[in-house]
């Protein structure tokens, strides 16, 4: 069954420091640009970053520009989401997601999430 | 940055009933670049509709979407149990992509 299992998530302090995993399978992982995407609890949903399939072009959402890094290893068929000063308002289940058509950021597949909560 | 607006915020319906879904954008929108998700409680997103009115593999043929420009609409043309979730637009015109707030769609 072609999926995503993302880890990784957890209770941290603001401030502090996390990475996310998502464990890509059947399907041709390189081929595919990646997103994560994350939902504050009882709240909408809000594109967080995006990584192209050969990992050489990336973008990021205003709200984590500079303190968040989106990678991928294609060896490994796993997308990574490393998040440094981690702040209340990250508080959220983080999905990824695969983009379904190359240029087309709608998203076909999704995995189930990791929480993550910023808290002292 | 698009903006979406999903309305209404709730819908109460019975099983069996339609239910008409709008989704506003701030400017206009590609039909191209228009996609609609369900998320049931406790579950991911899934895909129902991408531009604009193409159904995703496996969305029954009760699920329609329509529009272009501004607005949009999801067409659910009766309901089944199965169906009461919320639901959600998305844009990806450009970066970044924005979801709307979201409609749920409940039982009367």
């Known amino acids: 069954e072609v999926q995503l299992l993302e880890s990784g998530g957890g209770l941290v302090q603001p401030g502090g420091s996390l990475r996310l995993s998502c464990a890509a399978s059947?399907?041709?992982?390189?081929?595919?640009?990646m997103s994560w995407v994350r939902q504050a609890p009882g709240k909408g949903l809000e594109w967080v970053s995006v990584?192209?399939?050969?990992?050489?072009?990336?973008y990021y959402a205003d709200s984590v520009k500079g303190r968040f890094t989106i990678s991928r290893d294609n060896s490994k068929n796993t997308l990574y989401l490393q998040m440094n000063s981690l702040r209340a308002e990250d508080t959220a289940v983080y999905y990824c997601?695969?983009?379904?058509?190359?240029?087309?950021?709608?998203?076909?597949?999704w995995g189930r999430g990791t929480l993550i909560t910023v808290s002292s | 940055e698009i903006v979406l607006t999903q309305s209404p915020g709730t819908l109460s319906l019975s099983p069996g009933e339609r239910a008409t879904l709008s989704c506003r954008a701030s400017?206009?929108?590609?039909?191209?670049?228009l996609a609609w998700y369900q998320q049931k409680p406790g579950q991911a997103p899934r895909l129902l509709i991408y531009?604009?009115?193409s159904r995703a593999t496996g969305i029954p043929d009760r699920f329609s979407g329509s529009g272009s420009g501004t607005d949009f609409t999801l067409t659910i043309s009766r309901l089944e149990p199965e169906d009461f979730a919320v639901y959600y637009c998305?844009?990806?015109?450009?970066?970044?992509?924005?979801f709307g707030g979201g409609t749920k769609v409940e039982i009367k």
């Open positions: 998305q844009h990806y015109v450009s970066p970044p992509p924005t």
């Open positions: 400017q206009s929108v590609s039909s191209t670049y």
């Open positions: 531009g604009a009115s």
């Open positions: 059947r399907f041709t992982f390189s081929s595919y640009a």
């Open positions: 990584i192209g399939g050969s990992g050489d072009t990336t």
């Open positions: 997601a695969k983009h379904m058509v190359t240029g087309y950021w709608y998203f076909g597949l």
